[in-house]
Structure formats: C-alpha cells, structure tokens
C-alpha cells in the first residue's frame, strides 16, 4: 500500500459524459501528479500540482482539467468523453516537486472504460 | 523528454540473478536515476535511485557506470514475484515528474 488514494477504481460511462477523478495524497505529500494509461501510449504524464498550484503539463487534452484542493487532495476532471479516453488513471504524490532524487508514490489507478 | 533505452523484454529463471539495463547518454550531471518497476493491473511501484555511485536497498543494487550513460539494475535472486516491467528515468532539478519510457519487461520461469 503506497498511502494514495484513488477513487472510485472502476467507471464505465457513455461518450460525450463527464467524470471526476480523485486522489488522496499520501500523508505530508504536498505535490501531487496525474498519469494516464493506455495499452498503445504506456504511461502519459498529464499534469503536476504542489501545494495547491500547478506545476508542470504534460500531455493534458484540453477538455481535461485537474486541480488540487487546500486539504492537499486533487481531482481530474473529464468532460466530453470519448471512446479513446479509456485508460487506467494514476495519481501519484510527493513530498517536494523539484528535488531530483525525489521518490513518486503511485496509487492503484482508476480504470475508466467509455462506451 | 529524458530519453531512456531499454530492451523491450528479459527472461530469467527464478533464483537466479537478473541485470536489466540501461542507456541514458543525454543524462547530465545533476540528473538521479530512478527506476520504477509496474506490476500487472498495479502502480508503478519505486524501486530504487542513485546519482553516482552504486545503491543498494532491500528490494535491489543500482550499478551506476562511470560515466553515467548507463546503469544496471540488479535483481540478486528473481521471484516470481518480480516479473514486471521496469522503468529506467532519470530527472533533474528542473521538473519534479518522471517521463516514463517503454521500460523492460521480465519474466520470470519457475
């Protein structure tokens, strides 16, 4: 158990729908990271927050947003979803955001299937 | 993006040790190299990291080259348990996120 938390773990919703994922960061962690898997793109790096404020934007379409609350836990939103949007998605905390030996800790994702 | 080369996939047999490497010629003086490794429908789970010299925790030994454009990671007695893929990144101070390549994936045979 890494100490994220991920909810909910599994989601099937029509196209054209919007969801909400969320992340509970490990104890202490102020910086928290979305990833994105699919079978034919591996991990995708989405988007990073610490403490409340965006970080770093990976490859983030625009109808999807994320923010990170004052109690330190984030949410993913997805609208407008469409077929090629299913995917596992990981959220994953930190202590800091930019020391380089910092270790990431990863949740057990939320699988998203949109039909 | 940090560019990592890996193979795409290694076998070994269990007991035995497992050296998964890694080319990272772009890496710059500042960058640590993590490795991750992601077990089937899991996280990806941190397994070690290391700036120069050679690591080593519970879980493996992180042989680092001289000059920094390689690494190994060493698994000294493979389980089954362990088959995975494993991710070879480096990162620097400039961004705290980890770019993930298409990393290595081992099996494992009783």
């Known amino acids: 158990d890494s100490g994220v938390t991920q909810t909910p773990k599994h989601l099937i919703t029509a196209t054209g729908q919007r969801v909400t994922l969320r992340c509970s960061p490990r104890s202490g962690d102020l910086s928290v990271y979305w990833y994105q898997q699919s079978l034919d793109q591996g991990l995708q790096f989405l988007i990073q927050y610490y403490n409340g404020e965006e970080r770093a934007k990976g490859n983030i379409l625009e109808r999807f947003s994320a923010q990170q609350f004052p109690d330190l836990h984030s949410e993913l939103n997805l609208s407008s979803l469409e077929l090629g949007d299913s995917a596992l998605y990981f959220c994953?905390?930190?202590?800091?955001?930019?020391?380089?030996?910092?270790?990431?800790?990863f949740g057990e994702g939320s699988w998203l299937t949109v039909v | 993006d940090a560019k990592t080369t890996q193979p795409n996939s290694m076998e070994s047999n269990e007991e035995e040790p497992v050296h998964l490497p890694c080319n990272h010629s772009t890496i710059s003086g500042t960058d640590y190299i993590h490795w991750y490794r992601q077990l089937p429908s899991q996280g990806p789970e941190y397994v070690i990291h290391g700036l120069t010299s050679n690591v080593n925790n519970r879980m493996a030994s992180l042989a680092i080259a001289e000059d920094r454009k390689s690494s190994t990671l060493i698994l000294h007695r493979a389980t089954l348990r362990d088959a995975a893929v494993y991710y070879c990144?480096?990162?620097?101070?400039?961004?705290?996120?980890?770019?993930f390549g298409k990393g290595t994936k081992l099996s494992v045979k009783p």
């Open positions: 994953a905390s930190s202590v800091t955001d930019r020391y380089p030996g910092n270790t990431i800790y």
């Open positions: 990144i480096y990162y620097g101070g400039s961004q705290g996120n980890l770019i």
